[in-house]
């Protein structure tokens, strides 16, 4: 195999575990268009197909603005795109696994057409294993980026289109936040805000800390701003963006946090504010009280827990013990009686023993939420966890995954009954998926809501009556 060594920089686990005390750098003139490359994909195409989390979404509208900017048009069709992009999740082995999946199919695509530039960005991008093994096996890939630098698409195209040769560029450690990059927004009513990259907790599981970088938090006024951009625009509702939001602010040093900035988006008036993700052990009351006292805060919370047992909590880096994210529960329950918990669960962690199981399963009977997120443990190269003797035996991860997706169910079909003949709002995002003479869209509690309605009302909020309760969705006729 070809030395590709001397062209470019590849990631390094051992760069990414650093957290040095350098400055935080907020540039906004960071993105460029070389001359030569203005209007270069004119009467051209791009795809990108994303995976993963909402903050891998959020890149991906940002990958769109940048390519729309030199002149590409969208395609749905991935076969006549010019230039395709993947932009990878690196949390589970599975979606990896996907990922190698389609760089396979393109290998076939790409001889058919040589001309397509193929790229690969994303969290898969910062781990060492997986370039090594694009490297090895996947030569058809004519461009590798991460996730810091986003913002030099423009000269890495310009590179991978002249030299006709791989081009990798990965920075391992980065503190800087890149603003004014162009957006095409996914979706007209409801967008994605960032308000901060990276994360510090270091969970023994989570490969996160060492792809998306430290934590950094944006300015206060560039953010407002994009609210006040989106609201103009005419958007409804707007999600606060963070690896763990509650983290907010902390690296500048001073006192506005998290709970600060919630309550001035709230002010600006916008109609909907949701935010993820929250880590228990940063979760304040002073945000619980901020969540209670604005209306345009959505009574919704993700709040992780990942095992109902202190010991393999304690294990798995989490900080906190069953009885403080109980406590924390209660908290939010009493001050918030009405709001949504959803939560994230990992089974078969090592050492995770049956009676360490069944404190998962007697947690989520006490908590009761309306939806969680259940994964079997995966370990993932380069974290603590990797070295543990992953002592689980398969057939007894999914045995246990079984059982707490039972309970999954059960309470989700529990907590939607409460809405049967109850009126709730919801912002109207399309038609269903499943039938066109149908409305669909989300409730405050993040209700997914079919329902009967005006085609005239997309884009708005209106009052729905729930007629029917499934587990996972339900369904209702428009009153106003």
Request: negative net charge; proline residues 3%.
């Amino acid at each position: 195999m070809k030395d590709y060594s001397k062209y470019f920089k590849g990631p390094s686990l051992k760069e990414a575990k650093n957290r040095g005390k350098s400055e935080i750098h907020h540039i906004n003139d960071a993105y460029h268009i070389p001359v030569d490359m203005i209007g270069i994909g004119k009467g051209q195409t791009y795809f990108i197909q994303t995976y993963g989390c909402q903050a891998n979404e959020r890149d991906s509208e940002i990958l769109a603005g940048i390519l729309e900017s030199l002149g590409y048009r969208a395609t749905d069709e991935i076969k006549e795109a010019q230039v395709v992009l993947l932009n990878t999740c690196a949390i589970r082995e599975n979606a990896e696994e996907k990922v190698f999946g389609k760089i396979g199919y393109l290998k076939k695509l790409k001889r058919v057409n040589p001309n397509i530039i193929f790229g690969i960005c994303g969290c898969m991008a910062q781990e060492e294993v997986v370039i090594k093994k694009i490297l090895e096996k996947h030569p058809q890939v004519d461009l590798i980026f991460g996730t810091h630098n986003i913002h030099r698409l423009p000269e890495l195209l310009k590179q991978a289109m002249l030299e006709k040769e791989m081009v990798l560029e990965v920075w391992s450690k980065e503190g800087d936040v890149i603003e004014s990059l162009p957006s095409h927004r996914a979706h007209p009513y409801k967008a994605w805000v960032n308000i901060m990259y990276g994360c510090n907790k270091f969970c023994t599981y989570c490969i996160v800390p060492y792809t998306r970088g430290k934590e950094r938090s944006r300015h206060k006024e560039d953010i407002l701003e994009e609210v006040q951009e989106l609201i103009e625009n005419g958007y409804q509702e707007i999600t606060l963006l963070g690896q763990n939001v509650n983290s907010y602010g902390k690296d500048f040093g001073d006192e506005y946090d998290f709970s600060n900035l919630l309550e001035d988006v709230a002010k600006t008036g916008i109609p909907r504010i949701r935010f993820t993700t929250s880590h228990p052990w940063d979760f304040s009351e002073k945000m619980i009280e901020v969540i209670a006292k604005y209306d345009n805060i959505l009574p919704f919370i993700h709040l992780p827990v990942q095992s109902g047992s202190s010991e393999v909590l304690k294990r798995m880096g989490r900080r906190y013990t069953r009885e403080q994210y109980l406590e924390l529960f209660d908290k939010i329950k009493k001050k918030i009686p009405d709001c949504t918990i959803t939560t994230d669960i990992i089974v078969g962690f090592p050492d995770e023993t049956k009676e360490q199981f069944e404190e998962t399963m007697t947690l989520y009977e006490y908590c009761e939420y309306d939806l969680a997120y259940t994964f079997i443990y995966s370990p993932r190269a380069g974290t603590p966890a990797a070295k543990m003797e992953d002592n689980i035996d398969i057939h007894e991860k999914e045995e246990r995954l079984y059982r707490l997706n039972d309970l999954v169910s059960e309470k989700a079909n529990k907590q939607n009954q409460k809405y049967l003949n109850q009126i709730v709002e919801v912002l109207v995002e399309g038609t269903s998926k499943k039938n066109d003479e149908m409305l669909s869209g989300y409730s405050k509690h993040n209700k997914l809501v079919n329902f009967k309605g005006n085609k005239n009302d997309i884009g708005k909020i209106v009052k729905v009556k729930i007629t029917e309760v499934k587990t996972w969705a339900l369904k209702g006729e428009q009153v106003e």
